[in-house]
T-cell receptor, first 111, second 113 residues
Framework: GENVEQHPSTLSVQEGDSAVIKCTYS??????FPWYKQELGKRPQLIID?????GEKKDQRIAVTLNKTAKHFSLHITETQPEDSAVYFC??????????FGAGTTVTVRA | DSGVTQTPKHLITATGQRVTLRCSPR?????VYWYQQSLDQGLQFLIQ???????AKGNILERFSAQQFPDLHSELNLSSLELGDSALYFC????????????FGEGSWLTVV
């Protein structure tokens, strides 16, 4: 099955700086890569996703890049704000149609 | 609001007991997923159903079982509960299988005492 590794586990950034979270996956058949944001005690919410026929996707301050050859994808948050503080999960959907999540990255934006 | 409804929101029960968590997927979604999230832990995939049939299985304990009914709602049954089963249990749904966006419910907080 799919194995997703996510780094770093914690990330502290100054407000206004950028944050980057990286994930690698194992199943070369994976072709769907969503990112979820989870605030404390709340449900994970989809913030952006990318499919394997696209290398990069942007939505305002958030962007995701995908390198299928290297089997890794990354989340970039620019001009970070206090409300960006949360746990972020990457995920990959492999050939078994199961969505596997990374372990999560706790992002803290310092004012 | 994701459209996925989970009940109960909170549940406190004693060790050795059995509980049932209920989930109604978004209208039109055929797939239901169950995830377990312990304190400071990630999202552990338990099981997936698609249109009433089991589609994928994760690290689900033998004491746990689930099913999806003809009206597409799903139930997760947890039996012989242990302290370590205390967690937030999420249900999620999607239109199809695997490569569709999945939407999470608010979760059911289970505390075993």
């Amino acid at each position: 099955g799919e194995n997703v590794e996510q780094h770093p586990s914690t990330l502290s950034v100054q407000e206004g700086d950028s944050a980057v979270i990286k994930c690698t996956y194992s199943d070369s058949a994976s072709n769907y890569f969503p990112w979820y944001k989870q605030e404390l005690g709340k449900r994970p919410q989809l913030i952006i996703d990318i499919r394997s026929n696209v290398g990069e996707k942007k939505d305002q301050r958030i962007a995701v890049t995908l390198n299928k050859t290297a089997k890794h994808f990354s989340l970039h948050i620019t001009e970070t704000q206090p409300e960006d503080s949360a746990v972020y999960f990457c995920a990959a959907s492999g050939g078994d149609y199961k969505l596997s999540f990374g372990a999560g990255t706790t992002v803290t934006v310092r004012a | 609001d994701s459209g996925v409804t989970q009940t109960p929101k909170h549940l406190i029960t004693a060790t050795g007991q059995r509980v049932t968590l209920r989930c109604s997927p978004r209208s039109g979604d055929l797939s239901v997923y169950w995830y377990q999230q312990s304190l400071d832990q990630g999202l552990q995939f338990l099981i997936q159903y698609y249109n009433g049939e089991e589609r994928a299985k994760g690290n689900i304990l033998e004491r746990f079982s689930a099913q999806q009914f003809p009206d597409l709602h799903s139930e997760l049954n947890l039996s012989s509960l242990e302290l370590g089963d205390s967690a937030l249990y999420f249900c999620a749904s999607s239109e199809g299988t695997g490569r569709n966006t999945i939407y999470f419910g608010e979760g059911s907080w289970l505390t075993v005492v």
